[in-house]
């Protein structure tokens, strides 16, 4: 999978495990774009066809919304829940797990807003 992580998802380890599972991925420092605002990751994403990951659940949400509803379309939005809950977040190794569980059921992607935590 393509995948653009925005600046609250670019962890190193993740980033690696990631790759190792086969995956593609860009963070906003890879563009020297880190610190932007949501929505111009969501438009980098997008220009780059690449499914955006982030655990900034509500902004992603609007500008999901925000992209359906004016008729445009996006890769993807794949989005890690943080509660502060032990039991239910996912670690990095739980967030590459996820990913791959959600390929493998060959679920779609494209113009989805997706919950990673429901793929552990």
Excluded: C
Aim: glycine residues 6%; charged residues 25%; proline residues 3%.
């Amino acid at each position: 999978m393509r995948l653009y992580l925005d600046d609250d998802s670019a962890e190193v380890l993740l980033v690696r495990l990631l790759q190792r599972g086969g995956h593609d991925v860009v963070r906003p420092s890879d563009l020297n774009m880190a610190g932007e605002s949501d929505p111009v990751h969501l438009t980098q994403a997008i220009a780059l066809n690449r499914t955006l990951l982030s655990a900034n659940y509500d902004d992603f949400e609007e500008l999901h919304y925000l992209v359906r509803q004016a008729g445009g379309t996006h890769p993807g939005i794949l989005m890690i829940r943080r509660e502060n809950n032990r039991r239910r977040d996912l670690t990095v190794h739980g967030i590459a797990a996820a990913i791959s569980k959600l390929l493998a059921a060959g679920a779609p992607v494209e113009n989805q807003f997706i919950i990673l935590n429901h793929w552990r």
